[in-house]
């Protein structure tokens, strides 16, 4: 989020509300609605590699073990469109790590920091900023859930990624959807007030 709070491109997608992964589907591939669809998934693997620094062998190999077998130089062509429509972000992978070599460290907004020396490698850099600040953001939006349900017959059970899953009575489930989704969404508006981040919550019968 760090990275695409600062690409403008990638910003008019979060505030259309639109699905980032399926329009960096559309980026990428011709065709139809379906088949922006089905390369989804690769998509989402090539984008997430290269914020956190994949190579272009790296990002081979994963699309490999997802199943889906191209070749180099496809891998190249797809990462060329990527780069031409989201040019922000590897100025601001550039950002970092030269500030981060100058400052000999790199915090996360909320003062995680890490000592850099000629040992730390460019990834490393670049991923304190990225995985710091989301794990920050998501345990703010706990932290204020949790107070939040004490009152209610509803509490959190489990946590898996990105995502909370709540346990509550019936009667109540829809509020308790709504204070999920207003919890997370404010803590993410707090760390990123430019980027907004939407949250999507489901009530099922069983969480297992």
């Known amino acids: 989020m760090a990275a695409l709070a600062e690409d403008q491109n990638a910003l008019e997608i979060f505030q259309d509300g639109k699905d980032l992964y399926l329009e960096v589907a559309k980026i990428m591939k011709d065709g139809t609605e379906e088949d922006h669809r089905n390369f989804r998934k690769r998509a989402k693997i090539i984008f997430l590699g290269q914020i956190n620094g994949m190579t272009t062998g790296g990002t081979y190999f994963e699309l490999e073990n997802a199943g889906w077998y191209t070749d180099y130089d496809h891998v190249n062509f797809l990462l060329s469109k990527l780069y031409d429509e989201f040019s922000s972000i590897e100025k601001w992978r550039s950002r970092i790590i030269d500030q981060a070599k100058d ?11 890490l000592k850099v020396d000629d040992e730390v490698t460019d990834n ?29 017959d509803a509490r959190i059970v489990h946590i898996i990624h990105d995502e909370i899953i709540v346990e509550a009575g019936e009667d109540i489930a829809d509020d308790v959807s709504k204070l999920v989704k207003e919890c997370m969404e404010k803590a993410y508006e707090k760390m990123l007030p430019n980027c907004p981040f939407l949250v999507e919550p489901k009530i099922t019968d069983s969480w297992g």
């Open 103 to 113: 400052d000999k460290s790199v915090a996360s907004k909320l003062g995680r920091r």
């Open 124 to 152: 490393s850099i670049v991923n304190l900023p990225i995985q710091s600040n989301a794990s920050d953001v998501f345990k703010i939006a706990l932290l204020d859930l949790h107070k939040k349900l004490e009152e209610l």
